[in-house]
């Protein structure tokens, strides 16, 4: 099974649409949870993070942990052509060197 | 905003070749790392790097990969001697020892074609 799983779509959806990317999880004790989003040839660029279950709000962005489910979402409201790119969830243990494990990342288009 | 610098944004090399890819961190970072994201698969921890030694290092890391910190601002990855599946997207990444853990900040990476 592996660390973190995501479905790499390509999603693609119409502009204004409610968008809701997920990953779940093998390994109990990551506790810090990120998504990232990349732009093609780009580096990855922190959206949201959290360390704990529940829901986290960031203008259009929601994130949302369940830990007893190891799963964890993104969710994007009104959504916008440039919010088209690559979405990574990505997480990490509390201790040692904190190493992030990806998901395979999402590919998102929204259309105009 | 501060941010972490990457030379060269492309590297073309031929197999055997060495190869020394440049990262600029964040001012004030202390941890570094270095992830790798072959085209069309996930991106891949390498290495981490604190205090001037490695702290931890995934199996892919092996003998032809090192990591330094060579003048106390930049933060480089040399692979000894290239092979074509080193072909790939280089990432560093950086944090601060804050109050908030384990916020990494990339690069827009060291794109690395392998011949």
């Known amino acids: ?112 | 905003e501060p941010e972490v610098t990457q030379t060269p944004s492309h590297q073309v090399t031929q197999m055997g070749q060495e190869v020394i890819l440049r990262c600029v961190p964040i001012s004030n970072h202390l941890y570094f790392y270095w992830y790798r994201q072959i085209l069309g698969q996930k991106v891949e921890f390498l290495v981490s790097f604190y205090n001037n030694e490695i702290s931890e290092k995934s199996e892919i890391f092996d003998d032809q990969f090192s990591v330094e910190r060579p003048d106390g601002s930049n933060f480089t990855l040399k692979i000894r001697s290239t092979k074509l599946e080193d072909s790939a997207m280089y990432f560093c990444a950086t944090r601060s020892e804050g109050r908030i853990k384990n916020i990494q900040y990339f690069g827009a990476g060291t794109r690395l074609s392998v011949l």
Do not use: H
Request: hydrophobic share 30%.
């Open chain 1, 1 to 112: 099974q592996k660390e973190v799983e995501q479905d790499p779509g390509p999603l693609s959806v119409p502009e204004g649409a409610i968008v809701s990317l997920n990953c779940t999880y093998s390994n109990s004790a990551f506790q810090y949870f990120m998504w990232y989003r990349q732009y093609s040839r780009k580096g990855p660029e922190l959206l949201m993070y959290t360390y704990s279950s529940g829901n986290k709000e960031d203008g259009r962005f929601t994130a949302q942990v369940d830990k007893s489910s190891k799963y964890i979402s993104l969710f994007i409201r009104d959504s916008q052509p440039s919010d088209s790119a690559t979405y990574l969830c990505a997480m990490a243990l509390i201790q040692g060197a904190q190493k992030l494990v990806f998901g395979q990342g999402t590919r998102l288009t929204i259309n105009p």
